[in-house]
């Protein structure tokens, strides 16, 4: 066994020695872990042993991926149920046919008000409330392990906060009270024992709650209240500060995501639109109008590899088999991944290069998506 292996976490005496019966595990695991992750569905079939390591104790498998350098764009979304304020989490993997893969709940279980980031593997759930009273907490889930830790508590308790990753640190602002001195505020991810440091803001531009934020050009954007607000870090202190675009601000709605410097958000018109900050315009996304439904009902976006992917609440069209007889009373997500690419003046042509619709079998029908990231894994 080499010393690489040694060190790394082992598989579960159960599937020891039949992954792949002619080879001992850990070179098992390393070929295993060469295929791309579109391809573990269909693995997973093979034999107990194999959905063992992909769908119940990846630990090893994930760990030798690491290694190898191989990772692919995941989707974690939160839902929450008609009968909870507080969401639970879900791992996808962006191809057909991979159902989707329950996640621990956050030790701290506050309500879909929180605020969501990533950096890498890492995603960051900060503040939402518990009881009606807004949370203080920073909530870290490591999707290689599948395991959640806490992190330095805010020096002001938010909640419907904007939070984004710049390189090295996660900012924060809203959320709480504008005259708070910790309306905005930073933690250096390099330091293990970083504590929140306050960002300067003037007073005029602070708003309480906001409603959507993406990281852009070394940028934080975000929609408020009364307007949209940036923030640019690199700026002199009297400059970081200023008021988005009217023309951003008009045609932002909350939820968005950044694909290849694009911003782009779902209108209540039913139409995926996409903001150029070099001819500060929004360009509705030509080619979708027979391939997606004309009103996506909670709708909400995400950067997947350099593609834009999109995730609705959907309806179960087809017929229940005997051992679904319960399906219409499930959650029925579907997705649709779209290649956007740029035209003459500025039009954007997107083009449906994967779908599908995903059944939630332990979620009611009735749920709703809170939050969708795309983080690696």
Not at 106 to 124: D, E, F, K, Q, T
Not at 153 to 158: A, C, D, H, K, N
Not at 231 to 255: C, F, H, I, Q, T
Not at 295 to 314: D, H, M, P, R, S
């Amino acid at each position: 066994m080499s010393a690489a292996s040694a060190s790394s976490p082992q598989p579960p005496e159960s599937i020891r020695g039949t992954l792949i019966p002619v080879l001992p595990d850990d070179l098992a695991i390393q070929c295993i872990a060469l295929l791309p992750r579109a391809a573990h569905p269909t693995l997973a079939l093979v034999s107990r042993a194999l959905h063992a390591l992909l769908c119940l104790h990846p630990e090893p498998l994930l760990a030798a991926r690491r290694r190898l350098c191989r990772s692919d764009p995941h989707i974690v979304i939160s839902v929450r149920p008609p009968y909870s304020a507080s969401p639970r989490f879900f791992l996808l993997l962006p191809h057909p046919g991979w159902p989707p893969l329950p996640l621990p709940s956050p030790p701290i279980p506050v309500s879909s008000s929180s605020a969501v980031a990533v950096n890498g593997h890492r995603l960051y759930l900060v503040g939402g409330s518990v009881a009606g009273v807004p949370a203080s907490s920073v909530q870290i889930l490591d999707s290689r392990t599948r395991s959640w830790s806490i992190g330095p508590r805010l020096s002001s308790p938010r909640e419907f906060a904007a939070a984004a990753v710049l390189p090295g640190v996660l900012f924060v602002a809203g959320g709480c009270v504008p005259s708070s001195s910790f309306w905005a505020e930073a933690l250096d991810l390099a330091s293990p024992r970083a504590k929140w440091s306050p960002v300067p803001s003037p007073d005029h531009l602070r708003e309480k709650w906001m409603h959507g934020c993406v990281s852009l050009s070394g940028k934080v954007l975000a929609v408020a209240d009364r307007g949209g607000l940036v923030y640019n870090p690199a700026a002199p202190r009297d400059e970081a500060w200023a008021p988005v675009s009217p023309v951003l601000d008009m045609g932002w709605k909350g939820r968005a995501a950044v694909v290849g410097g694009i911003l782009y958000s779902y209108d209540y018109m039913g139409q995926v639109k996409g903001y150029d900050t070099d001819t500060d315009s929004w360009n509705t996304v030509e080619g979708l109008e027979k391939e997606l439904p004309r009103f996506l009902c909670g709708a909400t976006l995400a950067n997947v590899g350099g593609l834009l992917y999109l995730i609705w609440e959907g309806k179960w069209k087809g017929k229940a088999s005997k051992g679904e007889g319960k399906v219409k009373d499930m959650l029925v997500i579907e997705w649709a991944t779209i290649e956007v690419t740029r035209a003459e003046e500025g039009r954007l042509i997107g083009k449906v290069i994967s779908r599908d619709t995903v059944v939630f079998t332990d979620m009611p029908r009735g749920s709703a998506i809170t939050h969708c990231i795309s983080l690696d894994l």
